[in-house]
């Protein structure tokens, strides 16, 4: 059983109430820790203490929702130590969540970003989003619209940065065997493939670039070997198509 440190969540500003339901997402699940959801008023200490499981480094790393299952903040890591605390302030959200499809993705040599422009259905204009550096997450998003599957993203308020998304069941089983894949900024992946009861970490880049190429391609992913709540292999075979 990995390690864990002690954390807490606090309500730092003036006047906001907070109902906040707390996770652990130590190796790409998603547990809610113990005492969750807590109520945080203004003036209030710190939450009861609560416990997170660490990697081989120390560190964890929670995800913090409000009672509508949207994001109070980025997830927030949680160094080497316990007692590290959470805080919440008067502003309010950081992040925000939209559901939608990837219409396009651009890509420009002389700015740090790849823009993403989505449809959402609850708002027809949508400002862009923007990827900057990372593969993992610019791989999900091109899976999302080369699949036409909806996505999840949920990106930073102010600057728009895409910080996690997740790929949502296809509406049918002729787009492969891949139900639902995540993975967030930190790289940091799950993956929930069909016939299998829970989802599984899909951590290293090599297997998620597999995964997105097979949600792109309405592939279905073969020999999938779970151990640990891993993914330890995975293969995609087109020899009876080329034939």
């Known amino acids: 059983m990995a390690d864990q440190?002690?954390?807490?969540?606090?309500?730092?500003?003036?006047?906001?109430?907070?109902?906040?339901?707390?996770?652990?997402?130590?190796?790409?699940?998603?547990?809610?820790?113990?005492?969750?959801?807590?109520?945080?008023?203004?003036?209030?200490?710190?939450?009861?203490?609560?416990?997170?499981?660490?990697?081989?480094?120390?560190?964890?790393?929670?995800?913090?929702?409000?009672?509508?299952?949207?994001?109070?903040?980025?997830?927030?890591?949680?160094?080497?130590?316990?007692?590290?605390?959470?805080?919440?302030?008067?502003?309010?959200?950081?992040?925000?969540?939209?559901?939608?499809?990837?219409?396009?993705?651009?890509?420009?040599?002389?700015?740090?970003?790849?823009?993403?422009?989505?449809?959402?259905?609850?708002?027809?204009?949508?400002?862009?989003?923007?990827?900057?550096?990372?593969?993992?997450?610019?791989?999900?998003?091109?899976?999302?619209?080369m699949s036409k599957r909806d996505v999840l993203v949920i990106f930073e308020r102010q600057t728009r940065e895409v910080r996690e998304v997740k790929i949502l069941a296809a509406p049918d089983k002729t787009r492969g065997n891949v139900k639902e894949f995540r993975i967030r900024a930190s790289g940091l992946c799950s993956v929930t493939i069909e016939g299998e009861p829970v989802a599984a970490s899909a951590n290293d880049p090599r297997c998620q670039l597999l995964i997105c190429t097979a949600i792109a391609t309405f592939q279905e992913l073969e020999y999938v070997t779970i151990e640990g709540e891993q993914v330890v292999r995975a293969k995609i075979n087109l020899g009876e198509i080329l034939k």
Request: aromatic share 8%; glycine share 10%.
């Open 5 to 145: 440190i002690i954390a807490h969540v606090q309500n730092v500003s003036a006047s906001e109430s907070y109902r906040v339901s707390v996770y652990d997402l130590f190796g790409g699940g998603t547990r809610e820790v113990s005492g969750s959801p807590f109520n945080l008023n203004a003036g209030d200490p710190p939450s009861p203490p609560f416990a997170v499981y660490v990697d081989a480094t120390g560190n964890g790393m929670i995800r913090c929702l409000d009672p509508n299952g949207q994001p109070l903040c980025s997830d927030a890591p949680l160094p080497n130590g316990n007692n590290n605390t959470v805080t919440f302030p008067e502003r309010g959200p950081l992040v925000e969540a939209v559901t939608g499809r990837v219409y396009d993705i651009d890509y420009l040599a002389n700015q740090n970003w790849v823009q993403i422009a989505m449809r959402a259905a609850a708002e027809p204009i949508f400002d862009p989003l923007f990827v900057r550096n990372n593969l993992g997450i610019q791989n999900a998003l091109q899976a999302g619209m």
